[in-house]
């Protein structure tokens, strides 16, 4: 059963591998002291927010620039920032009915693409999850109806969205990740604002990471062109959204669809750009931010990557 339709199923008829709190006492008692009790969440100073263009599979393999720029990011943290407690991680490759949070001890790497050489296959992140971190973040973000995020103790683990961009940056996998999937059913602006919740987990050593692209359209991509190479409609989406973030519109980003057939040529489907509303919702818009990784895939994925913070 593919997960949309499984955690659609769970709802419906209480199978035991997933939980939703739904008790309304619950609802009404817990707040940010709940973080207090959670080990692995002390208080920090505030985290950055990444929003990173994953692309390709293969970047996960090294002997590209997109490796390598995480291998850096990845390196100064513990150096010129602080170590992350815990990575939350949003990837344009969980997509659900409701808003989920990975909630097991170990959670699995997922090979989720087709044609690529066994390599990809082959690799495995063994990162922890952090159930108790999970049960304590699904009560104090909310999604609609101010219902709990999900905790879905089985099903999923770590797509490739996620664990392509974190194995280059935290190689030894000792960290624990817990993946927030996004409900495709709803708006952009909802998933904005369930986003700005997130912004307080910053406080507590977590560091969030959105993973998707802001231009993604793998039907016009055309093999052989280089970094340096886009079409045109690409490249205006592109500048458009980068743009907005370097002025600190972040909630122009909400309203891409606004764009019309720049929007639709940009992303057929919009998965991808999704994550982008995960990175700015959880920021403020008059943080320092930095891009990096501006360079296309096939003239036709935007790889341009933000950090703020
Ligand atoms: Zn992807």
């Given amino acids: ?47 950055p927010v990444l929003f990173l263009g994953h692309g390709s599979p293969m970047n996960a393999l090294p002997g590209n620039p997109y490796f390598e720029s995480w291998q850096t990011l990845g390196s100064d943290f513990g150096r010129k920032m602080a170590r992350p407690q815990l990575i939350l991680c949003i990837s344009a490759h969980w997509l659900t009915d409701g808003w989920w949070l990975t909630a097991m001890k170990q959670p699995k790497t997922l090979h989720d693409f087709g044609d690529f050489p066994q390599e990809l296959f082959d690799q495995q992140y063994p990162a922890q999850g952090d159930p108790t971190a999970a049960g304590a973040i699904s009560l ?36 624990p990740v817990i993946q927030l999937s996004m409900d495709y059913g709803r708006a952009p602006d909802e998933h904005y604002a369930l986003a700005q919740q997130l912004k307080q987990l910053r406080d507590r050593g977590v560091l969030i990471v959105a993973s998707g692209n802001i231009v993604h359209n793998l039907r016009q991509m055309q093999r052989g062109a280089s970094g340096s190479q886009a079409y045109d409609w690409a490249l205006e989406f592109d500048q458009t959204i980068g743009g907005y973030v370097q002025q600190g519109n972040l909630a122009a980003l909400q309203k891409f669809q606004k764009l019309g057939t720049l929007a639709t040529m940009a992303h057929p489907t919009y998965e991808h750009y999704l994550p982008l509303l995960y990175a700015a919702g959880a920021v403020d818009a008059k943080e320092p931010m930095r891009f990096f990784n501006t360079s296309f895939q096939g003239g036709a994925i935007s790889m341009r990557s933000i950090m703020w913070g």
């Fill in 1 to 47: 059963m593919p997960l949309l339709q499984a955690l659609t199923f769970a709802l419906h008829h209480d199978v035991t591998n997933v939980f939703f709190y739904e008790s309304p006492a619950m609802l009404t008692t817990l707040d940010a002291t709940t973080l207090d009790s959670i080990a692995s969440l002390k208080r920090s100073d505030r985290m």
């Fill in 140 to 175: 104090l973000v909310r999604q609609r109806s101010a219902k709990p995020l999900g905790l879905a103790a089985n099903e999923w683990g770590l797509d490739h969205g996620a664990w392509s961009v974190l194995k280059p940056m935290f190689p030894n996998a000792d960290i």
